[in-house]
């Protein structure tokens, strides 16, 4: 079992920064590769970012890369998304998700209940 707890959201204009924070506990977090995801009003949920177990290997979303930056510290239990230059289509719930492998594999069996970012122009 793992249990996640997104923070971190709120209203930001656009061009700003939000930083969201993700911990985690339950399973050793080291174990585990995670992501990101955001759902905005209407559309499905999409992929954002990722990050493997050590960090060592990340992806993005087209549509972030050069903005989002993912990382993590397992001494923390915590994983984080840093959003630079956001721009109002950034604007949705994001969910922080733990993938079922160390290394990025999209398999995410657990959610946290999302933080809501809202971009305004």
């Known amino acids: 079992q793992v249990q996640l707890v997104e923070s971190g959201g709120g209203l930001v204009q656009a061009g700003g920064s939000l930083r969201l924070s993700c911990a985690a506990s339950?399973?050793?977090?080291?174990?585990?590769?995670m992501g990101w995801f955001r759902q905005a009003p209407g559309k499905e949920r999409e992929f954002v970012a990722a990050?493997?177990?050590?960090?060592?290997?990340?992806y993005y979303a087209d549509s972030v890369k050069g903005r989002f930056t993912i990382s993590r510290d397992n001494a923390k239990n915590t994983v984080y998304l840093q959003m630079n230059s956001l721009k109002p289509e950034d604007t949705a719930v994001y969910y922080c998700?733990?993938?079922?492998?160390?290394?990025?594999?999209?398999?995410?069996?657990?959610w946290g209940q999302g933080t809501q970012v809202t971009v305004s122009s």
């Open positions: 998700a733990a993938d079922q492998a160390p290394v990025v594999a999209g398999m995410y069996d657990y």
């Open positions: 339950g399973r050793t977090f080291s174990s585990y590769a």
């Open positions: 990050i493997s177990w050590s960090g060592g290997s990340t």
